[in-house]
Nanobody, 122 residues
């Protein structure tokens, strides 16, 4: 069982930066693929980024490539999402997730956090 708690969301101006974090409980954090998804108002939850258990492999949605960076610190049981050059369309609730498959589908992930809201003002 893994419990995930996101933090760091807030209000930021377009063009600005924000780093959100996800702290995981449990001693097996380093064995999980970690992902970030987001859900904009009135829309479905969509893949943003994923990182392998070692941190050696990452993947991104085309919409955030070059602007967002996912990273993890297994010693701190934490995964991060650094978001730069933010746009109004990045406004969403951001969820972190843990799973065994390095994928982009929600079905690839087993455990989910409660989400942290990011609002980008234009």
């Amino acid at each position: 069982q893994v419990q995930l708690v996101e933090s760091g969301g807030g209000l930021v101006q377009a063009g600005g930066s924000l780093r959100i974090s996800c702290a995981a409980s449990g001693r097996t954090f380093s064995s999980y693929v970690m992902g970030w998804f987001r859900q904009a108002p009135g829309k479905g939850r969509k893949f943003v980024a994923a990182i392998s258990w070692s941190g050696g492999n990452t993947d991104y949605a085309d919409s955030v490539k070059g602007r967002f960076t996912i990273s993890r610190d297994n010693a701190k049981n934490t995964v991060y999402l650094q978001m730069n050059s933010l746009k109004s369309e990045d406004t969403a609730v951001y969820y972190c997730a843990a799973g065994r498959i390095f994928g982009k589908s929600r079905d690839d992930y087993v455990y989910w956090g409660q989400g942290t809201r990011v609002t980008v003002s234009s």
